[in-house]
């Protein structure tokens, strides 16, 4: 890649950064696409947010914004969509005819990773969602919207749920304060949205008993290992998978964002792969 004065600059914000896959994995995808950019990560405090993504974006670049500004990123944006005003989150920004543009890629990723995941729609699904965070947000709106027929939220702070499940769900998300409310039930998909599963100290999201209840489990969390959520569903002989797919879907559409053309998603699956060590 040859850094010129012309190359367009997309850089991550955030704080911490550090840990950061996005800067190999859209590196790599702008080199197998043959565009001009160059994608960093960048610390950046609450109180410069507003400026890096104001200045960055009438300087023709953009960017991803990540943990913990993503929502006050949807505050910050001139021109939002949808997934942003429903989620109350922006992740992808980029200049267009002078204003800040924005978007909550994790919405459109999940819906691409829930689609192969399931290899079909997910219409009338019925899905126990787990977590209440940017993840179960963006999750909660992309099955709804994918046609899932019920979500029941589940998540140990159950404030947080019912706030979700009011912003985002409607009359279609139910919330469980109690995980012995669903006892008999059975589900087509169960969803873990939380942190929990990839460090060994961790305790289970879940009563791990009511996959034996469930059509198949996907885990949006995603590392070098196995998550115990992945494992708990292998044992008992459903479909699962982890977050891998989703990391690879959200950088394709905030690719395609920046771009407007289609993402290398080999390429960046690749990059994922060996930058996770897998
Ligand atoms: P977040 O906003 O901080 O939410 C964390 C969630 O985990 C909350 O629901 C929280 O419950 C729950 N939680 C944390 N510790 C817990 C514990 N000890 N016991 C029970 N519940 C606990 O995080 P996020 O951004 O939603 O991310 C969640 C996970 O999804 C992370 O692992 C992240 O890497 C992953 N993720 C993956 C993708 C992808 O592309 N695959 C995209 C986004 C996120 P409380 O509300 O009770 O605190």
Not at 24 to 46: H, K, L, M, S, T
Not at 152 to 158: A, G, H, I
Not at 248 to 277: C, H, K, N, Y
Request: glycine share 12%; aromatic share 6%.
């Amino acid at each position: 890649m040859i850094v010129t004065a012309k190359t367009r600059v997309l850089t991550l914000l955030g704080d911490p950064v550090g840990h950061s896959r996005s800067p190999e994995i859209q590196n790599a995808a702008f080199a197998e696409a043959g565009v001009d950019g160059v994608y960093i990560a960048v610390r950046c405090a609450p109180d410069d947010l507003s400026g890096f993504m104001h200045g960055l974006a009438r300087a023709g670049g953009g960017g991803n914004v990540t943990l913990p500004h993503k929502e006050k990123a949807a505050a910050v944006v001139d021109v939002t969509s949808e997934a942003v005003r429903r989620t109350g989150a922006c992740n992808t920004f980029w200049g267009e005819n002078g204003k800040v543009h924005g978007d909550n890629t994790d919405v459109d990723g999940f819906r691409r990773a829930l689609r192969l995941f399931l290899d079909g729609p997910a219409e009338g699904l019925r899905a126990l969602l787990l977590g209440a965070g940017g993840a179960a947000r963006a999750a909660l709106l992309g099955l709804l919207d994918e046609g899932a027929s019920e979500v029941s939220l589940y998540n140990r702070t159950s404030e947080r749920a019912r706030a979700v499940a009011r912003r985002i769900g409607g009359q279609k998300a139910r919330v469980v304060p109690l995980m012995q409310e669903l006892a008999g039930e059975s589900f087509d998909l169960v969803i873990n949205a939380t942190r929990l599963g990839l460090d060994p100290k961790d305790s289970a999201p879940l009563d791990f008993s009511i996959l034996g209840r469930a059509g198949a489990a996907l885990d949006l969390v995603y590392g070098k290992h196995k998550t115990s959520f992945v494992r708990a569903a292998e044992d008992r002989g459903i479909r699962t998978a982890d977050g891998m797919e989703m990391l690879v879907q959200q950088g394709a559409v905030s690719f395609e964002r920046w771009w407007g053309r289609p993402a290398p998603t080999d390429v960046m699956r690749a990059a994922i792969r060996r930058s996770l060590g897998r």
